[in-house]
């Protein structure tokens, strides 16, 4: 749906606007990641920011963008994002916490079910 909606605002053809999204999803990543980084495993900062950019230029996230591997790539990101504010809702529990992980899990479920066992 996000690779329509790009081609459709951008005007572009299906094969380009699903390139686009991929990088979009991707470059997601390593933020998602340095936010699981520093909240749930409590890395320096200087550790979490190594992190982050190390699973940006990973050969498997590069060869996955080759492939179009279009699934995979936009529930990638939301994996740690989930675990994170899995965690959050184990440490600080409240009701926001409980509905933030409850929306997560559901985006990631709708989105790519593959992932979310491994969140």
Not at 40 to 59: D, H, K, Y
Not at 61 to 74: D, E, K, L, T, W
């Amino acid at each position: 749906m996000f690779g329509i909606l790009m081609s459709e605002l951008l005007r572009l053809d299906m094969r380009s606007a699903l390139t686009l999204s991929i990088g979009f999803f991707l470059l997601n990543l390593p933020l998602t990641l340095y936010f699981f980084c520093r909240v749930t495993m409590q890395f320096e900062p200087a550790a979490a920011r190594w992190s982050a950019w190390l699973i940006g230029v990973s050969g498997s996230i590069a060869m996955s963008h080759v492939y179009f591997y279009i699934g995979q790539n936009s529930g990638l990101p939301a994996v740690p994002l989930l675990a994170a504010a899995a965690y959050l809702m184990l440490v600080r529990p409240g009701l926001k916490t409980l509905v933030l992980t409850a929306l997560l899990s559901n985006a990631l479920f709708v989105n790519y079910f593959a992932m979310l066992p491994y969140a």
